[in-house]
């Protein structure tokens, strides 16, 4: 089972960037997908799940409206675009799935800075 994440980088605050999570080794379109981050000295936080289907989104307050989450369960990806990025959403971001057992990605850091 492997999920890689990849997208991170350096974005100046207002920039955008896109997330993306490709998945192997199980059945992706049977298991409900979220991002998750961790900020320097925080604990990890639920940024946005996606249920198998697509449907069934939810956001934290903090990223709602700028933050949007999908799934193409043809590719075994799933994004995550993050949008008007503020020096607060710098953080690790990390892939996880969930169903009858549990997986996650090894992150991919994100940095808001100018």
């Known amino acids: 089972v492997q999920l890689v994440e990849s997208g991170g980088g350096l974005v100046q605050p207002g920039g955008s960037l896109r997330l993306s999570c490709a998945a192997s080794?199980?059945?992706?379109?049977?298991?409900?997908m979220s991002w998750y981050r961790q900020a320097p000295g925080k604990e990890r936080e639920l940024v946005a799940t996606?249920?198998?289907?697509?449907?069934?989104?939810n956001y934290a307050d903090s990223v709602k409206g700028r933050f949007t989450i999908s799934r193409d369960n043809a590719k075994n990806t799933v994004y995550l675009q993050m949008n008007s990025l503020k020096p607060e959403d710098t953080a690790v971001y990390y892939c996880?799935?969930?169903?009858?057992?549990?997986?996650w990605g090894k992150g991919t850091l994100v940095t808001v800075s100018s």
């Open positions: 996880h799935a969930r169903r009858i057992w549990t997986y």
């Open positions: 080794g199980f059945t992706f379109s049977s298991y409900v």
């Open positions: 996606i249920a198998n289907g697509g449907g069934n989104i």
